[in-house]
């Protein structure tokens, strides 16, 4: 006697499966010509958005870098209440033993501490408002750059020193060696009273630090105003960017709440808004090249689908489902997206790799441009995961639509007017 095997419903599912797939991967190559055009198509919108994201991410490395180590500084501590109102008594206590706590986290570069204070400046019969910084010059070389912009004349040195910006300096009428005499008001309500001598004038190119800004040594400024251990700001330079945000949380756990930490994002929100809208604009872009793309990949399934119409109607025909054929066509696609994106993606990798090496020279004026503010003269592309992913998963998700989108037509398909089907 003769048995009959039964395949349970699960195997035959997955027989069919298999078979889908086998089949989809043949068929691929029934037309190499269109198979590597579309394949082409995907794998040059993948390389083009890979790689201009990439050199957009490295952009704004390169912003990021340029703003937090001007002046401003990745991370900043200070009292809740003097960001609210910018009180010169608001203070950070026992700033020295802080600091060596902050020293410890292992990804803590350096720590700038600053004494903060608007005062009266005056040269002879010249007065003008200025900020005055109480700063350590070991530290902020450490941490920030704008201390090397000097114009003319030497960085702190003597307790009685001072560098004034440029604009400030040809507003009062001083030169280094001239003495110019700071007033103010202390923390108890005194006078301050500072005679410093002008050793540099600093131009950072930004006009309203040359305009305002005197620097002096911070235990000058704290003892002429009456702060002892105390500071206003401490700027924290760390050995890598992507690191803020977790140094953040770390020393917002450890730290007093009566002190606030600030990531670059809310000391520079004017930074991150622009870097935001570029974004935005760059997204579009992409985007539009890959609807581009994913136009000629339904193009490529619409044609797959009425030249094997007939191929179709046989398959319905001996007993196959409509849903196994549309199977099939989503294999072809993925296929097709990992061929694609393969060719591109490797390419990308490629390029990027080397240019991190060697950069995009911008030419001998942006040369100059970029010593002037201490910037690389090449452009360098950044990988990020966004970089790696975003590209691949929306080809992915387009090609799958794309093959699905004509492939519905079978579901409506019926045998013995597709098998007429010339």
Known sequence: MSETIVLEPVAE?????????????????????????????????????????????????????????????????????????????????????????????????????????????????????????????????????YVKMLKTGSNLAGPDDAVLGSVLARNLGVAPGDEVVVLGSGKEGGIAALVLTVVGLLETGMADLDRSLLLAPLSTVQAGFGLGDEVHTLVVRMDDLSSSDRVVTQLTEQLPDALTVRAWQEILPELKQAIAVDKIGGQIMYWIIMVLVMFSVVNSFIMTVFERTREFGMMLAIGMRPRAIVAMLQWEALFLWVIGTAIGAGLASLLIIWLHDVGIYMGEQMEDYAKQFYMPARLYPGFSREVLTVAPLAMLVGTQVAALIPSLRIRRLRPIVALRTT
């Open 13 to 145: 599912d997955r027989a069919a499966s298999l078979l889908s797939v086998r089949i989809g991967w043949r068929n691929l190559w029934r037309n190499r010509r269109r198979t590597w055009l579309t394949t082409g198509g995907i794998a040059f919108s993948v390389l083009l958005v890979m790689f201009f994201m990439s050199m957009q991410f490295g952009q704004y490395a390169i912003m990021i870098d340029s703003a937090t180590s001007l002046m401003a500084g990745q991370v900043q501590v200070q009292s809740s209440r003097y960001l609210q109102d910018s009180r010169f008594e608001d203070t950070i206590v026992e700033a020295t033993p802080l600091i060596r706590l902050l020293q410890e986290n292992r990804h803590i570069v350096s720590v700038a501490p600053r004494v903060e204070a608007f005062a009266l400046v005056s040269a002879d019969e010249r007065s003008f408002g200025a900020q005055i910084l109480g700063i350590d010059q070991a530290a902020e070389l450490e941490t920030v750059r």
